[in-house]
Nanobody, 126 residues
Framework: QVQLVESGGGSVQSGGSLRLSCTAS????????MAWFRQAPGKEREGVAS???????ASADSVKGRFTISRDNAKSTLYLQMNSLKPEDTAMYYC????????????????????WGQGTQVTVSS
């Protein structure tokens, strides 16, 4: 049973930064594709970024140049460094994973991921 636990969310002013973390419970973490999604109230879930087991990354156009996804396999932890935050980045952020070492091509689709965390809230005020 794979469990994913996110942390690091909070409230920040526009232009600020946050770093989200997602810790996995299982020993196969290093061999799996990981991703971040987000969902704002009244909006559809949006794929933010993904990272293969070899740390190849992809990200949505809306966050390119501002967000960076990374992973520490020794700690079974996934990160999302978010800089230059905007009010439109306000959402619940979810960590997700699938049982392949490679990640599907963009756009990120939630139905292609099997395991999900409970989410961490990010609020950006103007």
């Amino acid at each position: 049973q794979v469990q994913l636990v996110e942390s690091g969310g909070g409230s920040v002013q526009s232009g600020g930064s946050l770093r989200l973390s997602c810790t996995a419970s299982d020993y196969t973490y290093s061999r799996r594709c990981m991703a971040w999604f987000r969902q704002a109230p009244g909006k559809e879930r949006e794929g933010v970024a993904s990272i293969d087991s070899d740390s190849s990354t992809a990200s949505a156009d809306s966050v390119k140049g501002r967000f960076t996804i990374s992973r520490d396999n020794a700690k079974s932890t996934l990160y999302l460094q978010m800089n230059s935050l905007k009010p439109e980045d306000t959402a619940m952020y979810y960590c997700a994973s699938r049982n392949t070492y490679w990640c599907p091509l963009r756009p990120l689709r939630g139905n292609e991921y099997t395991y999900w965390g409970q989410g961490t809230q990010v609020t950006v005020s103007s």
